[in-house]
């Protein structure tokens, strides 16, 4: 498994190179009043992949947190079920 987990990664790695190589040229991004940036187009493109995914991650947080929650919340409910079956009441809770 080894093996194949480093062809997979000489595989991503000979790809982006070669990306790299071939998308070398000089680009010029126009900005709002007068500004812009030169640079080539494969640290363009690098920075926009990097930005979007930030901003993905960025999105997906609110989601985990509350699902965070919930798993904490939840787990507190099990223990006061469990706390509660221990003693000689049994009671009948819907979870």
Do not use: C
């Not at 007068?34 to 901003?55: C, D, H, P, R």
């Not at 991650?57 to 929650?69: E, M, P, V």
């Not at 006061?80 to 009671?91: F, M, P, T, W």
């Amino acid at each position: 498994m080894r093996y194949i987990s480093w062809l997979f990664q000489m595989f991503i790695f000979i790809t982006l190179l070669g990306f790299a190589l071939k998308n070398g040229q000089p680009v010029t991004l126009h900005y709002f009043f007068g500004y812009e940036w030169q640079s080539t187009l494969v640290i363009v493109s690098l920075l926009f992949f990097a930005v979007g995914a930030g901003l993905g991650i960025l999105a997906t947080l609110g989601i985990w947190f509350r699902q965070r929650r919930e798993i904490s919340r939840l787990k507190r409910e099990i223990s006061d079920i469990r706390k509660l079956s221990g003693n000689s009441e049994v009671a009948e809770t819907s979870v």
